[in-house]
């Protein structure tokens, strides 16, 4: 009897903990409220709570009614496609118009043109409300570094603007006597094995997007030499070295992951060296994560002449429950006041109430007066920045969906091979013959991939799934095929 | 039980399984097989099936799941069994907290589990300084754990997070024994390795199945510790990346078929060939346990074992409660900054109180409809003699290897408007009904398991004395037959409750709005705040960790005590 009153007390105290503990919310409860906006977001916490607080300010203001945020978080951009796909698909079986969502906030321009190209976002009010907002020297231009800012069609726009690059631990990088990375390239160092985190491109359309610019850098280059008649052959030798340079990369590699949150923990707490890093994130680990002696245990840099500034969009849903409150959501993330927010310190005028979100404000003119001195990012306007890469949709752009496959085909599904093969290469000092056989890419080269492979990247998945597998045999036979020549080599006398 | 009750129990619950379990499945997996035409319609194809074992990338992920089940469920065995044994057998110092004690390890809460598995043992982790400090590795090559030997590492992790699942249904088995019959070869002379082997084995050895059996394919299918060690070839995690991927490629739905297939075929087979055990010892005695008092180095011995694993079992706990506590943990022992404002934020935030309640809800609903069926299974399987029973046994057990993603968004796609599952979701949008029948459904093969083991180990002599006495079938039931197996349905109930408690999949996808979230959601949604996201999953993970320790320790160390339909 004593032992259970005694465990029965201490499970009480475990539940009175939180309850003793509980803030008052910030905003109103859901039941108590005059109106009411369903939001499907991939954004982090911090975002939901800054914009959540901020818009049921900015619309007691304008109405003088009461709001309640619904924030629906199934996951990353993965999930929430797939809450999406299975939303309208009964919808429409069921005749109606929409999911029970207004706004859908945050992810990659890939995956708002796909929701798009599928009918699923309303044409957006702001365009016709604030017609000087948009246009090539407004606030909002249509597009910079080649990415896309707002649909032809109006049905999407971006907030803000984000982009890839190198995060790396000066500690962890000292310990193995390597330089800080500052191009793409630099990551295909082998003294980077096993020590490497890369996102995985078969899951966001953004990362994805950030592999095919690794490409068109590589392209590039190779265009910045030669004459008219030479360009095609130089856009196949851009493109074998573009993928020759994943494959270094993805040798190094400890994962891929599509959590964007484990790349920067891992590197901050050392447990790997460098990594492929969205911008916020590494700001974000830059400014908190520190060592002893205060100095970053994290410092990220845009990748240089490698990565664009691809926006950050929000839509509104067709057939959405409210859709005048979401149409008004859009204006609020576009208007002039409520754009600081994304990059001023927390408790600043204009900024968030509790944490920086250390993202860039997509409207020029913010930037224009300068940047703000309680900003996070000081002396950065990304519109004036150099080292950009424009991204050139001629190039690759048809070849989205079938790079994205190749590697998972090359990469990703055949790592273990790759890795194997990386390390009997580095242990035998890079023998040519077996550097040759592994970095063969001359079977899925410009010519017949460059525009995107019919089968690869077609209609028919089962069709994808053999080629998938027929490919991916012939990159692993070939790492096997290189390892073996390594250790051969190797063991020579 | 009566022929015309077993054919109607049967039907019901196949009729659950078809409706619950096969219908939201198929709704997801079906897209490996309906291949939609070009002019329209559909048409059943069985290529992506090919495609899953032509591709030796696929064919490896399956045999490499397959070793990592078999070698699971081995390693468990071996570091359950002893402990089981030696509670059994012998009184030692401190036992009674300590064999609850050994219960904690299973409640790791998601998401911050991981990282606190890395903080320890990453390159940069808590035991590599502490090699470093004793000058036993170079700090200039530190060695990295989670890369090397991945799939050792895998098995010893799932080994020690999934023995107390077998312990706790061997434990049952154990307690249902009647010393009479140990004692009766002892009086004959048999030697004690000998009667372990041809008497105390064979009577426990429902109880070994049916914990082997759910050890077996959770390690088969399981997802977070090969993805702990970034180790991508093996299945589950194949179809997890497969699934999540922009492609919607049917390979991944085809491979969770086979998943589910082979885990059925080797759960059956295994069944014919170990399951056909049934003790039926006469009715366990009641009163003190006659295990046999140990004192001095014996007794330590004893208590050291139980202890030893239950330190190693808790390394990645133990790497959540430092991280809660972390001001700053970066290359050292423990965290050179301690803090409780992590508890306070976490703790404090608006989330919290509700999704406790919630949790606490869906997991108690859930349990109460495992044990239900649960118990109506084993009445089937055990008491019944039906030629089909055999495959409801097999039947149950599916939910436990198809993953829960699929699950998840089979629920999803039949819970929108107009779909057959929309009458689960409640006014405001309250996912309670849908989420305790999800949350049953897959922990249903757990409470299945252990009461199938308890019936099998208990004599019928008893039920059918009740019912000559005049009692009736329902009475009989509440007064007989659950008191008689209370041991394996406390255990049985005890996994069901902590892991749906701490359900991932359902939990994300299914709650949508934040005043439904359960805990697994809320700590989601704290690890995505910028800055300190970490500390603050990991803060209420440990809240989550020491309310499920307290709940179970305490109600296996009060069981224990009364030593009636509780002992373990």
Same mark, same amino acid.
């Given at each position: 009897?004593?032992?259970?009153?005694?465990?029965?007390?201490?499970?009480?105290?475990?539940?009175?903990?939180?309850?003793?503990?509980?803030?008052?919310?910030?905003?109103?409860?859901?039941?108590?409220?005059?109106?009411?906006?369903?939001? /499907?977001?991939?954004?982090?916490?911090?975002?939901?709570?800054?914009? &959540?607080?901020?818009?049921?300010?900015?619309?007691?203001?304008?109405?003088?009614?009461?709001?309640?945020?619904?924030?629906?978080?199934?996951?990353?951009?993965?999930?929430?496609?797939?809450?999406?796909?299975?939303?309208?698909?009964?919808?429409?079986?069921?005749?109606?118009?929409?999911?029970?969502?207004?706004?859908?906030?945050?992810?990659?321009?890939?995956?708002?043109?796909?929701?798009?190209?599928?009918?699923?976002?309303?044409?957006?009010?702001?365009?016709?409300?604030?017609?000087?907002?948009?246009?090539? *020297?407004?606030?909002?231009?249509?597009?910079?570094?080649? $990415?896309?800012?707002?649909?032809?069609?109006?049905?999407?726009?971006?907030?803000?603007?984000?982009?890839?690059?190198?995060?790396?631990?000066?500690?962890? /990088?000292?310990?193995?006597?390597?330089?800080?990375?500052?191009?793409?390239?630099?990551?295909?160092?082998?003294?980077?094995?096993?020590?490497?985190?890369?996102?995985?491109?078969?899951?966001?359309?953004?990362?994805?997007?950030?592999?095919?610019?690794?490409?068109?850098?590589?392209?590039?280059?190779? %265009?910045?030499?030669?004459?008219? *008649?030479?360009?095609?052959?130089?856009?196949?030798?851009?493109?074998?070295?573009? /993928?020759? %340079?994943?494959?270094?990369?993805?040798?190094?590699?400890?994962?891929?992951?599509?959590?964007?949150?484990?790349?920067?923990?891992?590197?901050?707490?050392?447990?790997?060296?460098?990594?492929?890093?969205?911008?916020?994130?590494?700001?974000?680990?830059?400014?908190?994560?520190?060592?002893?002696?205060?100095?970053?245990?994290?410092?990220?840099?845009?990748?240089?002449?490698?990565?664009?500034?691809?926006?950050?969009?929000?839509?509104?849903?067709?057939?959405?429950?409210?859709?005048?409150?979401?149409?008004?959501?859009?204006?609020?993330?576009?208007?002039?006041?409520?754009?600081?927010?994304?990059?001023?310190?927390?408790?600043?005028?204009? &900024?968030?109430?509790?944490?920086?979100?250390?993202?860039?404000?997509?409207?020029?003119?913010?930037?224009?007066?300068?940047?703000?001195?309680?900003?996070?990012?000081?002396?950065?306007?990304?519109?004036?920045?150099?080292?950009?890469?424009?991204?050139?949709?001629? /190039?690759?752009?048809?070849?989205?969906?079938? %790079?994205?496959?190749?590697?998972?085909?090359?990469?990703?599904?055949?790592?273990?091979?790759?890795?194997?093969?990386?390390?009997?290469?580095?242990?035998?000092?890079?023998?040519?013959?077996?550097?040759?056989?592994?970095?063969?890419?001359?079977?899925?080269?410009?010519? $017949?991939?460059?525009?995107?492979?019919? $089968?690869?990247?077609?209609?028919?998945?089962?069709?994808?799934?053999?080629?998938?597998?027929?490919?991916?045999?012939?990159?692993?036979?070939?790492?096997?095929?290189?390892?073996?020549?390594?250790?051969?080599?190797?063991?020579?006398? | 039980?009566?022929?015309?009750?077993?054919?109607?129990?049967?039907?019901?619950?196949?009729?659950?399984?078809?409706?619950?379990?096969?219908?939201?499945?198929?709704?997801?997996?079906?897209?490996?097989?309906?291949?939609?035409?070009?002019?329209?319609?559909?048409?059943?194809?069985?290529?992506?099936?090919?495609?899953?074992?032509?591709?030796?990338?696929?064919?490896?992920?399956?045999?490499?799941?397959?070793?990592?089940?078999?070698?699971?469920?081995?390693?468990?065995?071996?570091?359950?069994?002893?402990?089981?044994?030696?509670?059994?057998?012998?009184?030692?110092?401190?036992?009674?907290?300590?064999?609850?004690?050994?219960?904690? +390890?299973?409640?790791? +809460?998601?998401?911050?589990?991981?990282?606190?598995?890395?903080?320890?043992?990453?390159?940069?982790? @808590?035991? !590599?300084?502490?090699?470093?400090?004793?000058?036993?590795?170079?700090?200039?090559?530190?060695?990295?754990?989670?890369?090397?030997?991945?799939?050792?590492?895998?098995?010893?992790?799932?080994?020690?997070?999934?023995?107390?699942?077998?312990?706790?249904?061997?434990?049952?088995?154990?307690?249902?024994?009647?010393?009479?019959?140990?004692?009766?070869?002892?009086?004959?002379?048999? +030697?004690?390795?000998?009667?372990?082997?041809?008497?105390?084995?064979?009577?426990?050895?429902?109880?070994?199945?049916?914990?082997?059996?759910?050890?077996?394919?959770?390690?088969?299918?399981?997802?977070?510790?090969?993805?702990?060690?970034?180790?991508?070839?093996?299945?589950?995690?194949?179809?997890?990346?497969?699934?999540?991927?922009?492609?919607?490629?049917?390979?991944?739905?085809?491979?969770?078929?086979?998943?589910?297939?082979?885990?059925?075929?080797?759960?059956?087979?295994?069944?014919?060939?170990?399951?056909?055990?049934?003790?039926?010892?006469?009715?366990?005695?009641?009163?003190?346990?006659?295990?046999?008092?140990?004192?001095?180095? +014996?007794?330590?011995?004893?208590?050291?074992?139980?202890?030893?694993?239950?330190?190693? @079992?808790?390394?990645?706990?133990?790497?959540?409660?430092?991280?809660?506590?972390?001001?700053?943990?970066?290359?050292?022992?423990?965290?050179?900054?301690?803090?409780?404002?992590?508890?306070?934020?976490?703790?404090? !935030?608006?989330?919290?109180?509700?999704?406790?309640?919630?949790?606490?809800?869906?997991?108690?609903?859930?349990?109460?409809? @495992?044990?239900?069926?649960?118990?109506?299974?084993?009445?089937?399987?055990?008491?019944?003699?039906?030629?089909?029973?055999?495959?409801?046994?097999?039947?149950?057990?599916?939910?436990?290897?198809?993953?829960?993603?699929?699950?998840?968004?089979?629920?999803?796609?039949?819970?929108?408007?107009?779909?057959?599952?929309?009458?689960?979701?409640?006014?405001?949008?309250?996912?309670?009904?849908?989420?305790?029948?999800?949350?049953?459904?897959?922990?249903?093969?757990?409470?299945?398991?252990?009461?199938?083991?308890?019936?099998?180990?208990?004599?019928?002599?008893?039920?059918?004395?009740?019912?000559?006495?005049?009692?009736?079938?329902?009475?009989?039931?509440?007064?007989?037959?659950?008191?008689?197996?209370?041991?394996?349905?406390?255990?049985?109930?005890?996994?069901?409750?902590?892991?749906?408690?701490?359900?991932?999949?359902?939990?994300?996808?299914?709650?949508?709005?934040?005043?439904?979230?359960?805990?697994?959601?809320?700590?989601?949604?704290?690890?995505?705040?910028?800055?300190?996201?970490?500390?603050?999953?990991?803060?209420?993970?440990?809240?989550?960790?020491?309310?499920?320790?307290?709940?179970?320790?305490?109600?296996?160390?009060?069981?224990?005590?009364?030593?009636?339909?509780?002992?373990?």
């Amino acid at each position: 009897m004593k032992r259970g009153l005694v465990i029965f007390l201490l499970l009480a105290a475990i539940v009175a903990l939180p309850l003793l503990l509980r803030r008052e919310a910030p905003g109103t409860g859901p039941g108590e409220v005059d109106d009411r906006i369903v939001i /499907l977001s991939p954004h982090n916490e911090s975002i939901r709570a800054e914009f &959540g607080t901020a818009f049921e300010r900015w619309w007691k203001q304008r109405t003088g009614r009461t709001i309640y945020v619904d924030w629906r978080t199934p996951g990353g951009a993965s999930e929430i496609r797939m809450v999406i796909d299975a939303g309208y698909k009964a919808a429409k079986e069921t005749g109606r118009q929409g999911i029970g969502v207004d706004v859908y906030f945050g992810g990659g321009e890939p995956d708002f043109s796909e929701q798009a190209r599928h009918g699923r976002l309303a044409p957006l009010d702001v365009f016709k409300l604030h017609p000087g907002w948009f246009g090539p *020297d407004e606030a909002v231009p249509p597009s910079f570094t080649g $990415e896309r800012y707002y649909s032809s069609d109006h049905t999407w726009v971006g907030c803000c603007v984000s982009r890839f690059g190198i995060a790396y631990n000066p500690e962890t /990088l000292k310990r193995l006597g390597v330089a800080p990375p500052v191009f793409w390239d630099d990551l295909g160092n082998p003294k980077f094995a096993g020590e490497l985190a890369l996102s995985d491109p078969t899951k966001s359309g953004s990362v994805a997007r950030a592999f095919e610019l690794l490409v068109q850098e590589q392209m590039r280059r190779s %265009l910045g030499h030669v004459n008219p *008649d030479g360009i095609e052959a130089a856009k196949a030798v851009g493109w074998a070295n573009g /993928l020759r %340079l994943i494959q270094r990369m993805s040798a190094n590699a400890r994962y891929f992951t599509d959590s964007a949150s484990k790349i920067p923990r891992d590197i901050s707490q050392g447990d790997a060296a460098a990594g492929m890093c969205i911008d916020f994130y590494g700001r974000s680990y830059q400014s908190d994560a520190l060592t002893k002696e205060g100095a970053p245990r994290l410092v990220w840099a845009p990748a240089n002449y490698g990565s664009t500034l691809s926006a950050d969009p929000v839509a509104v849903l067709q057939g959405a429950p409210s859709p005048e409150i979401a149409q008004a959501f859009v204006e609020f993330c576009l208007s002039p006041e409520i754009q600081p927010l994304w990059f001023l310190k927390p408790g600043t005028p204009g &900024g968030p109430e509790r944490r920086a979100l250390h993202r860039m404000p997509i409207r020029r003119d913010v930037y224009a007066a300068g940047i703000p001195e309680n900003s996070t990012m000081p002396g950065e306007n990304p519109y004036t920045g150099i080292g950009n890469l424009t991204y050139d949709r001629e /190039l690759t752009g048809h070849a989205f969906g079938t %790079l994205r496959r190749l590697v998972k085909v090359m990469c990703i599904d055949s790592h273990e091979e790759l890795k194997d093969a990386w390390l009997a290469m580095r242990d035998a000092g890079f023998p040519e013959e077996a550097m040759k056989v592994f970095s063969d890419v001359s079977f899925v080269g410009y010519e $017949e991939f460059g525009h995107g492979d019919r $089968e690869l990247d077609g209609k028919d998945p089962f069709v994808s799934a053999r080629r998938a597998t027929e490919l991916g045999e012939r990159f692993r036979a070939n790492y096997r095929r290189a390892a073996g020549i390594a250790r051969e080599r190797r063991a020579e006398p | 039980m009566k022929r015309g009750t077993a054919i109607l129990v049967f039907w019901a619950i196949l009729a659950l399984l078809a409706v619950f379990f096969f219908y939201p499945a198929w709704t997801i997996v079906g897209q490996a097989f309906v291949v939609p035409q070009p002019g329209g319609g559909t048409r059943i194809s069985f290529a992506s099936f090919i495609e899953v074992f032509r591709n030796p990338v696929y064919r490896e992920g399956l045999w490499n799941a397959f070793v990592l089940g078999i070698a699971g469920m081995s390693a468990s065995l071996l570091v359950a069994f002893p402990l089981a044994w030696l509670a059994h057998r012998y009184e030692f110092a401190g036992k009674r907290w300590l064999t609850a004690l050994i219960l904690v +390890p299973m409640v790791l +809460p998601p998401f911050v589990g991981a990282v606190g598995m890395k903080q320890m043992l990453g390159v940069n982790g @808590a035991l !590599n300084a502490f090699l470093f400090k004793l000058g036993w590795m170079d700090p200039a090559v530190p060695h990295d754990w989670l890369a090397h030997g991945r799939m050792a590492g895998i098995v010893l992790m799932n080994a020690l997070h999934l023995y107390p699942v077998l312990y706790l249904n061997i434990a049952a088995a154990l307690s249902n024994l009647d010393p009479a019959m140990e004692q009766a070869a002892a009086n004959l002379g048999c +030697p004690p390795w000998r009667r372990f082997f041809r008497v105390t084995l064979p009577l426990v050895m429902p109880g070994v199945f049916a914990g082997a059996s759910v050890v077996f394919i959770w390690s088969f299918t399981e997802l977070g510790v090969p993805l702990v060690f970034d180790f991508t070839r093996v299945a589950p995690v194949q179809v997890f990346d497969g699934i999540k991927g922009l492609d919607n490629n049917p390979i991944p739905y085809a491979l969770t078929t086979v998943l589910l297939v082979a885990s059925t075929l080797v759960f059956a087979g295994s069944r014919l060939v170990l399951g056909r055990y049934r003790s039926r010892s006469s009715p366990r005695p009641s009163g003190k346990s006659s295990g046999r008092k140990l004192r001095g180095l +014996p007794s330590l011995a004893c208590a050291g074992a139980f202890l030893a694993v239950f330190i190693l @079992a808790s390394l990645p706990h133990a790497g959540v409660v430092l991280l809660s506590l972390s001001g700053r943990w970066y290359g050292t022992v423990l965290p050179d900054v301690l803090t409780l404002e992590h508890f306070r934020e976490a703790l404090g !935030n608006d989330l919290v109180v509700p999704s406790i309640r919630n949790s606490l809800l869906y997991a108690s609903g859930a349990t109460l409809v @495992a044990v239900a069926v649960g118990i109506a299974v084993a009445r089937v399987v055990v008491r019944s003699d039906l030629r089909l029973r055999g495959v409801l046994d097999t039947l149950v057990m599916m939910p436990l290897a198809v993953p829960g993603l699929v699950m998840a968004f089979g629920y999803l796609a039949l819970t929108q408007e107009g779909k057959p599952f929309h009458f689960l979701v409640g006014a405001g949008g309250s996912p309670f009904l849908l989420l305790v029948i999800a949350y049953a459904v897959r922990r249903l093969p757990y409470v299945a398991r252990s009461a199938v083991a308890g019936l099998q180990s208990s004599d019928p002599v008893m039920e059918e004395a009740a019912r000559s006495f005049g009692a009736t079938a329902w009475r009989t039931l509440r007064r007989v037959t659950i008191p008689l197996i209370g041991a394996n349905l406390a255990a049985g109930g005890m996994l069901a409750f902590a892991f749906a408690m701490l359900e991932v999949s359902d939990s994300l996808i299914l709650a949508q709005q934040a005043q439904h979230f359960p805990i697994t959601k809320a700590i989601y949604t704290l690890l995505s705040t910028l800055g300190n996201g970490t500390e603050l999953a990991a803060a209420l993970g440990v809240w989550s960790m020491v309310f499920l320790a307290v709940a179970i320790t305490g109600a296996a160390a009060i069981g224990g005590r009364r030593g009636g339909w509780f002992r373990l």
